[in-house]
């Protein structure tokens, strides 16, 4: 195994650079098989099956820690992999590596204490790294070695072993959690990663959106390791005592030791250029003990209130088509705003589709409707107020909502004379050009998986039922972005009018209009009207239900 040289910290960051190179994925309760089945290809003698019960949700990375985080947080990048990704491949979006154990937890309280969380590892009765002293490179017993764990905290911490296979199987009793026949495009392995680690995300997310839990790096979890056994378990962390710990997930090895049940382990110093890790994070409140937690923090746990960042980028804009350059990567919502968080934000939730979801479906997570262009601006910078931070939207003077009156129903002089800030930090509608090239992700083909449309893609005519549906049920595009095409219609900023075939560079549309664009069509609308390019517009004042919002930022 190949030794590290010790990081030496070298700066500090602001929190907003942080906060906006990492994903959380909100993993619910529930109980699952953990180990593999004797007839499992593969199975080693370690794996014996037994019934566990998690009582709490809880968030997890949606990704390994990339090597870019890594350094925002600990002023240095350890990886082996330095130079010459794969072709295509972002450097500093691989996986860091060559990371021991005691790294990881340096790591999780640093990240909360620039976040403002409340750290979960106490060595020598300090939750600060800074007092801790050097990680050590060899076995450190009687210090390290006796960490505890807060797990009422809300800070960063990694995952247990339980945690771990529970959210990578996100479902499933299969020997990977998209089958039981291995496929090469689940993730990287012995036979396609060249040797090396690759950009996180580009293999096929497991049902709950999680990357990279097949292959590209080992990922440390908390637990010392140990033989389990066959009694069933509630919320375990493994063993009191013991010198190795936990290693899941498997890397640069054979498809068999990449399966959801696969064991191993490795001394906490050590460090190599397999070994990498994921974040895991308790959910403060709710279900079990644990502090109440803020209303700007219920929003950002909630996991259909996640933002993706967009790469600045150029493409061909449509009807007529012309080339658009957009300067600055931004954030965009993998999902619509739901009913559930738009309640949480406004106190209520305006929808006509308010009970009898499908089958198996999320009332809360069907995304709201019955929103007018006005309503949105308002949910944008109550959001912003408190998430804390700087509201986009100006009317009369102020960017507090509460003093702009009652929302219009129908046009308003006053109302349409909003401006905006586009450089301050909170939410905000997409503009168009910023909606239609997050839609496309880099095709150019009628849909944004391809020329013909299929059903699986989205929600429309042909397959609602004359109704919404919960967010993320379709297929994501290549950005990740769920729901583009159908469900509901979008707003976004810029008032409706022609654009011509020139170059356009950051635009935001005409300075004045009669109704607003709306984009991605909708449950009730034919496929041709769900297309990349389409265009809509109506009443900013007027509320529809096949019409909502998607939320988006400007990149911290």
Known sequence: MK?????????LIGIASIVSAQEMVRIPAGVFRMGSPAAEAG???????????????????????????????MGCNPSYFKDS????????????EQVSWYDAIVFCNKLSILEGLSPVYRISGSTDPAAWGAVPTTRNDSTWDAVTANWNANGYRLPTEAEWEYACRAGTTTAYNLGAAWSGDWGWYTSNSGRMSHEVGLKAPNAWGLYDMHGNVYEWCW????????????DPRGSATGSIRVLR????????????AYRNGDYPWASNLGLGFRLARTISGGTGSGTNKSGSQQLRDSSSHVLVRIPAGAFMMSNPAHPVTLTKDFLMGKYPVTQELYAKVMGRNPSHFISSPAYGEAQARRP????????????????????GLSPV?????????????????????????????????????????????????GTTTTYNLGDSWSGDWGWYSGNSSDMTHEVGKKTPNAWGLYDMHGNVWE???????????????DPTGPASGSNRVRRGGSWGYAAGDLRSAVRSNSDPGGRYYAVGLRLARNNP
């Not at 637990?223 to 509630?234: Q, T």
């Not at 707003?491 to 560079?505: I, K």
């Open 368 to 387: 709201v409707e019955q929103v007018s262009w006005y309503d949105a601006i308002v949910f944008c910078n109550r959001l912003s107020i408190l998430e």
């Open 223 to 234: 637990d010392r390791y140990k033989e389990p056994g066959s009694s069933s378990v509630r």
């Open 3 to 11: 030794r590290k040289i010790s990081c030496v910290i070298c700066m």
């Open 491 to 505: 707003w976004v900023w810029d008032w409706h009018g022609s654009y011509g075939s020139g170059v356009a560079t």
């Open 249 to 260: 997930g498997g890397y640069g090895s054979a498809a068999q030791d990449l399966r959801s």
């Open 85 to 96: 990704p794969a072709y295509g491949g972002a450097q500093a979006k691989r996986p860091v």
């Open 393 to 441: 939207y100006r009317i009369q003077g102020s960017t507090d909502p509460k003093v702009w009156g009652a929302v219009p129903t129908s046009r308003n002089s006053t109302w349409d004379a909003v401006t905006v800030n586009w450089d301050a930090n909170g939410y905000r509608l997409p503009t168009e050009a910023e909606w239609e090239y997050a839609c496309r992700a």
């Open 43 to 73: 199975r080693r003698n370690n794996e014996t099956q037994h019934q566990v019960t998690l009582t709490k949700d809880f968030l997890i990375g949606k990704y390994p820690v990339t090597r870019e985080l890594y350094q925002r947080v």
